[in-house]
């Protein structure tokens, strides 16, 4: 089983930076895509960021330019830097992980808990 522990979210002004983290644990033979989502009250979850495990990033056009997402591959560790965050950011933001439990596996989707991002005016 693999379990995916998100830290950093919390209450920031208009303008301001937060930096989520999000630890894999478990059996993991490969982390092939480390991803962020966010779900806004009363809207559906949208993708965010994502980054394969060679370092190709791809980024909703929405935070393009203010968000920047990295990996630690030896950590399994995912971190999404939020800069110049805006009101509508505000949300609550979800790690994906798509894992290869064992060689020769298919890789399944793993969720974190989900972490607050309130950004206030």
């Known amino acids: 089983q693999v379990q995916l522990v998100e830290s950093g979210g919390g209450l920031v002004q208009a303008g301001g930076s937060l930096r989520l983290s999000c630890a894999a644990s478990?059996?993991?033979?490969?982390?092939?895509?480390m991803g962020w989502y966010r779900q806004a009250p009363g809207k559906q979850r949208d993708f965010v960021a994502s980054m394969t495990i060679d370092g190709r990033a791809n980024y909703a056009d929405s935070v393009k330019g203010r968000f920047t997402i990295s990996r630690d591959n030896v950590n399994n560790t995912g971190y999404l830097q939020m800069n110049s965050l805006k009101v509508e950011d505000t949300a609550v933001y979800y790690c994906k992980a798509e894992v290869v439990v064992r060689r020769w596996y298919t890789s399944r989707d793993y969720w974190g808990q989900g972490a607050q991002v309130t950004v206030s005016s």
């Open positions: 478990g059996t993991i033979f490969s982390l092939n895509v």
